[in-house]
């Protein structure tokens, strides 16, 4: 993706992010971010919110457990807010 669509994701001072990297998934494009910080670690598939926001949660949960680019194991966190829609999974305990 030439063209820099996540400018401007709201950045979480909790966390130090390890791996980002801008993919397209399907017809969507998102923002891969693999994190760490107090004492957990976990992944996030951030989604524009124009191109999401039809969707219901439970769409976008079945586009991350299905997509190629992560193995998802437990719940995943479907947080709105402006711009951006961040799907948080795979978190756990280090």
């Not at 401007?8 to 993919?23: C, I, N």
């Not at 919110?49 to 995943?76: C, K, L, N, Q």
């Amino acid at each position: 993706m030439e063209n820099r669509k996540f400018t401007g994701v709201p950045e979480d001072q909790t966390v130090t992010v390890m791996l980002e990297q801008e993919m397209q998934l399907d017809d969507l494009y998102v923002l891969y971010r693999k994190w760490h910080g107090e004492g957990v670690t976990g992944d996030d598939f951030i989604f524009l919110a124009d191109d999401v926001g039809e969707m219901d949660t439970a769409e976008i949960e079945r586009r991350v457990r299905t997509s190629p680019f992560a193995e998802v194991t437990g719940d995943i966190l479907v947080e709105r807010g402006g711009r951006f829609v961040r799907a948080r999974f795979n978190i756990h305990k280090v």
